[in-house]
Structure formats: structure tokens, C-alpha cells
Nanobody, 127 residues
Framework: QVQLVESGGGLVQAGGSLRLACAASGGTFSRYVMGWFRQAPGKERAFVAA????????YYADSVKGRFTISRDNAKNTVYLQMNSLKPEDTAVYYCAADPVGRPVVVVSYSSAYDYWGQGTQVTVSS
């Protein structure tokens, strides 16, 4: 059973930065597609970014392009989300997710493409 644990959330002022981490255990992390999603109060869970097993294929939601960077360290079984130039609208609970199957890239932004989820970490951006 794969377990995912996020960390690094917190309160930051607009324009600031945070780095989220997601540590995986219980599976073969280096073979998983990893994704980050977020859910703001009263809204659906939304795709943020995804990264292929080798780190060579990376995808972002339009709302975070140029501000967020996803990366992974397979030796540490960890995926990261560096968030810069944060805005109040980035406020949400951020979740990491793992796809151990390697589904087609066309579904990388769908939450249903991921089998395992972390518990989430709160990010709050004040104006």
C-alpha cells in the first residue's frame, strides 16, 4: 500500500514563496507519475502540476505556469512543489497523488487518474 505524506504548507503573504514536499512509502516511487492538486473552500479539487516517473515530462495548470515548479527526487521518494509569487487565490489545501499505472498523458490532469492520495497540507496566502 502506497502512503503519501505532504509537508511544507503554511501562511505566507502575497508575493511570497513556499515549498511543498510529498514523501512516498510502500511502493516503487520511481515508477509513478506524481501529481499535485488543490482544493479551495467551496470548490472542486483542481489540477496543479504533474511529473512523469523520470522527471522528463512535466505539466502545469495554466493558473500556475511560470510561478510553480514541480520536481522529484527518486532517491528520496519525494516530489516537490516550489510555489513562487503566491497570490491569495492560491489559498487551498494541497494534495499530492500517485499514479502507479502510468495512464495516458491526456488524463494527467484528472483526479481519477491517480490511485493514491496524501492527507493534504494547507496553504494560506494573505493579501
Amino acid at each position: 500500500q502506497v502512503q503519501l505524506v505532504e509537508s511544507g504548507g503554511g501562511l505566507v503573504q502575497a508575493g511570497g514563496s513556499l515549498r511543498l514536499a510529498c514523501a512516498a512509502s510502500g511502493g516503487t516511487f520511481s515508477r509513478y507519475v506524481m501529481g499535485w492538486f488543490r482544493q479551495a473552500p467551496g470548490k472542486e479539487r483542481a489540477f496543479v502540476a504533474a511529473i512523469g516517473w523520470s522527471g522528463g515530462n512535466i505539466y502545469y495548470a495554466d493558473s500556475v505556469k511560470g510561478r510553480f515548479t514541480i520536481s522529484r527526487d527518486n532517491a528520496k521518494n519525494t516530489v516537490y512543489l516550489q510555489m513562487n509569487s503566491l497570490k491569495p487565490e492560491d489559498t487551498a489545501v494541497y494534495y499530492c497523488a500517485a499514479d502507479p499505472v502510468g495512464r495516458p498523458v491526456v488524463v494527467v490532469s484528472y483526479s481519477s487518474a491517480y490511485d493514491y492520495w496524501g492527507q493534504g497540507t494547507q496553504v494560506t496566502v494573505s493579501s
